[in-house]
């Protein structure tokens, strides 16, 4: 059964199927954050949509970083490396692309196994 969490009628912030939960692209509500803050605020309702859906960060199996500067890398994985796992990383890519709005810093999807 497929199940729509957080839907509006363009997309749903998370759908689970067939014991996965897939996490649209997050990012910050606070546009005028620092990267870090904006990292953190991402991974903070990753991990929320998790907890809805059945899932937590230790069921990660795949997480996407999209970020507008590849220059903020370092700075972004001081946050996200705090706050993963360490016992159980997901697989991960992280690219430099252009955002819907120019005072995101960070984007993030997920894709975790429901426990």
Not at 34 to 44: P, W
Not at 57 to 76: E, Q, Y
Request: charged share 25%; net charge negative; with cysteine.
């Amino acid at each position: 059964m497929i199940k729509r969490y957080k839907s509006g009628s363009r997309m749903s912030q998370a759908v689970s199927y067939n014991g996965f939960v897939f996490i649209a692209g997050q990012v910050a509500d606070n546009r005028q954050g620092s990267l870090e803050s904006q990292t953190r605020e991402v991974l903070a309702k990753i991990e929320a949509l998790l907890a809805e859906a059945g899932s937590d960060k230790s069921h990660l199996l795949a997480v996407d970083v999209f970020l507008p500067a590849i220059g903020d890398f370092d700075a972004m994985n001081r946050v996200y490396d705090a706050w993963i796992d360490p016992s159980n990383p997901p697989a991960r890519a992280c690219v430099e692309a252009r955002l819907a709005d120019p005072d995101l810093r960070v984007e993030m999807t997920a894709v975790a196994a429901l426990r």
